[in-house]
């Protein structure tokens, strides 16, 4: 069933490239990268079209905040004006990219509003689209749709189904892959912990978060693939909320056997999800960390080893996340490299910008902040298609 191009306006694959039923080719379309500082070539920035709110699920209550709205009532479809306001960024965002002679797609559409109703589980509506940093993991060649835990997320791959059929047959070595899919039932989460979790202290949330209980149990193969870190041969996985020993032991069993290195990273966060806010590659030797979220004691050694400096990343401009945002303030440093030498930065950003300046980048002020509660912010809002480079070792 096709979905309404009006509430769609900023989706790709219009409906005459399906039309006629035979994948569009792009020629000379390529699909390889292996970090997030290469030059980049290629890359998807997502839509706020038609956001929905979902009702709270026993994976996204670890992760909203127990005084916010969005624990409860706030379940429907996100105002017009928000929409309007996070498109506006989204797109200023894509036209500065292209401006730079970067190749940019958007998702496709898909109906958000629907109910998502498994055997396992129902939902109030999907989520949205505006983060495929969270669902698509490009690892070399290949795409990975990856396995999420919130249940409202469970079909966000279909946004991307018509791009990647496009890009699998535009590019003879692409390859389009799907990881298990997860049942999400109530045997999938700690249930008691959910239940107790908005009444606990942030010492508590942070006590359980260090014993690595999270509400997320072993019983699915869950990772979110802005858990997963690539830097050329040795991919570094944060373990927390949305990624389970079981998620790690997936990626290793089938990408060590392509040469990869998996390792595992922990951090002291109350809430660890998606590490793109807490451990970032700037470019070939040089990590920025987050100064609330250490890493576990031994995970810097692999880094310091190889010559790695690592930074800590400046203070946020913000004292509070966007009204309705799933994220925290530090999306200050989530940032999206364009090359060795250049980086956007939301542009409210002071500090985070002088450091980046100090550290010998070019800094391109881009305005996002109305697009975080969407999905979060310029790295969480792109997924590599191309970056130019080979696949280094880094770790030797
Ligand atoms: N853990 C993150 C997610 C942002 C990408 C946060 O700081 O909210």
Redesign the pocket.
């Known amino acids: 069933m096709s979905v309404s191009n009006d509430l769609y306006p900023n989706a790709s694959a219009p409906l005459e490239r399906k039309e006629s039923g035979v994948p569009h080719v792009r020629k000379g379309l390529k699909v390889e990268s292996y970090n997030d500082f290469d030059p980049l070539k290629h890359v998807i920035v997502g839509i706020a079209d038609n956001q929905y709110i979902p009702e709270a699920c026993p994976a996204s209550n670890e992760k909203i905040p127990a005084d916010s709205p969005m624990r409860g009532g706030k379940a429907g479809r996100r105002t017009q004006e928000s929409i309007d306001q996070a498109n506006e960024c989204l797109n200023g965002f894509a036209k500065l990219l292209e401006g730079r002679g970067i190749i940019v797609d958007r998702p496709g559409a898909v109906d958000w509003n629907a109910r998502v109703t498994t055997p396992d589980f129902s939902i109030s509506s999907g989520f949205g689209v505006m983060p495929p940093r969270d669902c698509l993991l490009t690892m070399g060649k290949s795409i990975l749709m990856a396995p999420m835990s919130f249940r409202s997320r469970y079909f966000e791959y279909l946004a991307f189904t018509d791009l990647l059929r496009e890009y699998f047959e535009s590019d003879q070595e692409c390859l389009i892959e799907q990881a298990p899919r997860p049942r999400l039932s109530d045997d999938s989460f700690r249930m008691d912990y959910v239940a107790a979790y908005e009444f606990l202290s942030d010492e508590e949330t942070m006590a359980r978060s260090c014993r690595k209980e999270y509400s997320t149990r072993e019983t699915d193969i869950l990772f979110d693939a802005?858990d997963v870190m690539r830097l050329g041969k040795d991919i570094f996985v944060q373990h927390g909320l949305t990624t389970n020993l079981a998620g790690i032991r997936w990626i290793k069993r089938k990408y060590e056997p392509q040469g990869y290195r998996v390792h595992t990273l922990s951090f002291k966060?109350n809430?660890?999800?998606?590490i793109?806010?807490?451990f970032c590659p700037l470019r070939p030797g040089l990590m920025l960390l987050?100064p609330h979220r250490p890493l576990f004691d031994g995970q810097r050694e692999i880094f310091e080893k190889n010559d790695w400096q690592i930074v800590e990343a400046a203070q946020p401009a913000w004292d509070t996340p966007p009204p309705l945002c799933?994220?925290?303030t530090?999306?200050s440093m989530?940032t999206l490299i364009l090359d060795h030498k250049t980086v956007c930065v939301e542009a409210t950003e002071t500090a985070q910008m002088e450091q980046f300046d100090k550290l010998g980048f070019n800094v391109l002020p881009v305005n996002l902040r109305d697009a975080y509660a969407f999905g979060?912010?310029l790295?969480?809002a792109t997924a590599d298609v191309l970056r130019e480079g080979t696949c280094e070792d880094y770790f030797a």
């Not at 809430?271 to 998606?274: C, E, F």
């Open positions: 802005a966060d809430h660890p999800i998606h793109d806010a807490t987050n799933y994220s925290s530090w999306l989530n979060g912010g790295h969480c």
